[in-house]
């Protein structure tokens, strides 16, 4: 296929939206809300989340506050938002893992670093325990410790 004709596939679609709205309020409306929704959705943070094949490296930059959770347990559900919410404005000090699967990434994980519940906040140094986090968890809490961590 040739490059002009997949462009003109592609945006046929926009063609019949832009003649759809012109001389409708209604369509405009109800297709500026949808695309801005799709924006917001796409440009949303949600704090950094590593993965078990990645996890060392995430953790090897200096000081860390670290959750690990599991996407099933009900007091990580309620902290997600409050943990999100400081995670986006400290820069990077604030990791995120889900070890709730039960396979061999995951286990070593929990092991390594002594992860008997969910949800457990440990302080990592280079990857080092260095402390646990036992204070309150609202993302006020989380974001004062990690703006201390200097």
């Not at 699967?101 to 092991?111: F, G, L, M, P």
Request: charged share 30%; aromatic share 12%; with cysteine.
């Amino acid at each position: 296929m040739k490059l002009d004709t997949a462009f003109k596939k592609l945006f046929k679609p926009i063609k019949s939206l832009k003649k759809l709205v012109k001389n409708n309020p209604v369509a405009f409306v109800l297709v500026a809300y949808v695309l801005f929704r799709i924006f917001k959705l796409c440009n949303r943070v949600e704090g950094f989340e590593s993965k078990p094949a990645s996890f060392d490296q995430d953790v090897s930059g200096g000081k860390k506050l670290v959750w690990f959770y599991a996407d099933w347990c009900g007091h990580c559900k309620r902290m997600k938002k409050e943990w999100d919410n400081a995670s986006n404005k400290v820069n990077g000090k604030m990791v995120k893992i889900d070890l709730g699967d039960d396979n061999s990434e995951t286990k070593k994980i929990s092991e390594r670093y002594n992860i008997e519940g969910f949800p457990t906040i440990l302080l990592l140094h280079n990857g080092e325990k260095q402390a646990e986090y036992n204070q309150e968890r609202t993302a006020q809490a989380f974001e004062t410790y990690c703006n201390n961590l200097d």
